[in-house]
């Protein structure tokens, strides 16, 4: 009978652990879930951001920002790019691409990720305006150009809407 109850109490360990499991695992999936849906998507290789385009056939917002330095690239990305009501008309239309410079040591970027951003602000960005937004289609063709726009993200969407027309 000693027996009996030790197997009982066994069963419903694993029993509760098993359970425990399941939750675990199901919360996990729900929080990465609900991250990917709250984050905005900010590519860093301009030939990935290509292949993404083409395939979603959805123009590319390139994002030359001076993170760490330019007051109008930190103002832009708080007042536009880092609200949810931005993510989501990203999420639905834009493909997004951003290329930094930062200046301080603590935010430097790989080698190779500054040479591509050279490269691209060489091509792209040849008068090194910061902040920079660019729209191209997949053929690489500028749809739009713009600096830092006062306003808030009902601006900046309308803006780019506006430029998205024919696209």
Not at 79 to 87: A, G, L, P, S
Not at 128 to 142: A, Q, R, S, T, Y
């Amino acid at each position: 009978m000693h027996q009996t109850i030790i197997n009982r109490k066994v069963k419903l360990v694993f029993k509760i652990l098993g359970l425990f499991s399941i939750l675990l695992v199901y919360t996990s999936n729900q929080l990465a879930s609900n991250v990917s849906e709250n984050r905005t998507i900010w590519m860093t290789d301009y030939e990935q951001a290509r292949s993404v385009a083409e395939a979603e056939d959805k123009p590319i917002l390139i994002y030359f920002s001076g993170s760490d330095w330019c007051k109008p690239c930190i103002k832009l990305s708080e007042q536009v790019f880092e609200r949810e009501e931005f993510r989501f008309y990203a999420r639905e239309n834009l493909i997004l691409l951003k290329l930094d410079f930062p200046r301080y040591k603590r935010n430097q970027l790989s080698t190779a990720q500054a040479d591509h951003n050279e490269a691209l602000a060489a091509r792209f960005n040849r008068e090194g305006d910061f902040p920079l937004v660019l729209i191209i289609d997949k053929h690489e063709n500028v749809i739009a150009q713009t600096g830092y726009r006062n306003g808030d993200v009902t601006n900046f969407v309308s803006y780019v809407n506006e430029n998205l027309v024919d696209f």
